[in-house]
């Protein structure tokens, strides 16, 4: 499947970033009588109200708040912490390039996570991955925009991926890297490049940002039709900046005999009328209708994009509603929430299987992102882990419980500091079975 959607990918990337024809004025859309000066001044003088950024952010943030509880074992720990810590050779942790795709996803509709190894590679053993993070693999994300085809085989896996990268050799023309099961081809300015992998499959993870279907490599976007309107305000936002211009002065009449030959209105000259009239000097000044009209039809057209995006957290978009509407508001955006929470998380489960596969070293590993966005308070969440503990359910039970307080009373704890805490609290739970078993009456029961 070629990717025939570039347009309007160009248009949502545009969008989001405040780029492209929106920061030129290039998607001012041209009136068939405006003078090309005219229209040029106007490009200079538009501005963009970006309501896209905040709609996707608002989709993606909420994911991502919390740190995802990660647990993993087997004989590639080691290795696998070394590659999280740093996926792409930039620093970069699994945090940050999940976060990456999430919001390349959510605005697209897809995104795709490559993962591959620098050539040339002479390793041997576990030791050689455990001592070098040159040796591992290495990940990062391709936006759809990229993308050039996609092929699926009957079961919808990925048979071959087509996508461009930046030329080292030359700026201005992208190269074209080919993947397939066996393995690669690169055609950049310098020729053609080939490689071959003992993988057995295509090392591309892709990531959807809701349910679709399986043979469509590239679905609708959720963002489409807001992107669309958004559009429609920048324009209409010109058109009222030029009315602006041109018919916010009054102008000044008063009577004259003088014979006029050429009239030029502005806010710097002045209408006559002859002498014989009635009238007095007087400021006129254009009706306000146009500006008014096209004043409600943005305002309405920001409300449309919130409603479009499911969106009820974004400033601005607000409204008076009652109890129940907004408890429904709540729940649809808790639920989209929570699916792309469940997508993001999958995603991340394939990127570490694929890791296993390239290191050929074995990987149990487990990741959960929060599925629950609804307003909370902290005090609450407490209380209900305090009620919960109470129950004895035994110490695995107690360790998730103890995951959940961390997350939501201590946020913004990193991974490290987060696997600190729950290992000085399996200790602790180690610790008082022994004080149990010692005061003896582990021995009366």
């Known amino acids: ?9 160009k248009l ?24 090309a000066d005219k229209y040029s001044l106007r490009q200079k003088l538009s501005y963009y109200l970006n309501y896209i950024k905040p709609c996707v952010d608002a989709h993606v943030a909420p994911v991502f708040k919390t740190l995802a509880v990660r647990d993993y074992e087997g004989p590639g720990v080691k290795a696998w912490e ?8 930039l620093g970069d942790g699994i945090d940050k390039l999940m976060k990456k795709a999430a919001c390349s996803a959510k605005l697209n509709g897809v995104a795709y996570i490559v993962m591959d190894m620098a050539e040339g590679l002479a390793v041997n053993s576990l030791a050689d991955y455990e001592r070098n993070r040159n040796n591992l693999p290495y ?51 310098k020729g053609e490049r080939k490689g071959s992998w003992n993988i057995g499959r295509v090392p591309v993870i892709p990531l959807f940002s809701k349910e679709h279907k399986t043979h469509d490599a590239f679905p609708p976007s959720e963002f489409a039709s807001a992107a669309r309107a958004n559009l ?18 009054s102008v000044l009449t008063y009577p004259s005999s003088g014979a006029e030959e ?104 487990k990741v959960n992102y929060p599925s629950d966005f609804k307003i909370s308070e902290v005090e609450q969440e407490l209380a209900n882990a305090e009620v919960a503990k109470g129950l004895n359910f035994g110490d695995g039970f107690n360790l998730e419980v103890f995951k959940r307080v961390l997350t939501s009373y201590l946020p913004e704890l990193k991974a490290d500091e987060f696997d600190t805490l729950v290992e000085e609290y399996r200790n602790l739970q180690e610790q008082q079975k022994l004080d149990y078993i010692n005061s003896g009456e582990g021995d009366e029961e």
């Open 262 to 365: 050429e009239i030029t209105l502005g806010t710097n000259n002045a209408l006559s009328y002859p002498v014989d009239s009635s009238h007095a000097p007087a400021f006129i000044a254009p009706p306000a209708d146009p500006a008014t009209v096209l004043a409600t039809q943005i305002a309405n057209l920001q409300q449309e994009i919130y409603r479009m995006a499911v969106v009820v957290n974004v400033t601005g978009s607000s409204k008076l509603q009652s109890g129940q509407a907004k408890a429904w508001d709540y729940e649809a955006t808790n639920q989209i929430l929570s699916d792309f929470a469940d997508a993001v998380e999958n995603a991340e489960m394939k990127v570490a299987r694929m890791f296993s596969i390239w290191t050929g070293v074995a990987l149990d590993y």
């Open 139 to 189: 990940a990062f994300v391709v936006d759809a925009i990229a993308v050039k085809e996609v092929v699926l085989d009957k079961f919808g896996r990925i048979v071959k991926f087509v996508y461009s990268e930046p030329d080292a050799d030359n700026e201005y023309t992208p190269a074209t890297r080919t993947m397939t099961a066996e393995g690669w081809t690169l055609r950049s300015s």
């Open 1 to 9: 499947m070629r990717n025939d959607k570039i347009e309007l990918y």
């Open 12 to 35: 949502l990337e545009d969008a989001y970033a405040g780029r492209g024809g929106f920061q030129t004025g290039e998607y001012l859309v041209k009136h068939k009588r405006e003078a």
């Open 232 to 249: 429609a305000i920048f324009n209409m936002c010109s058109w009222l900046n030029e009315i602006m211009m041109n018919q916010t002065f």
């Open 82 to 89: 070394l590659f999280a810590s740093d996926v792409n050779f």
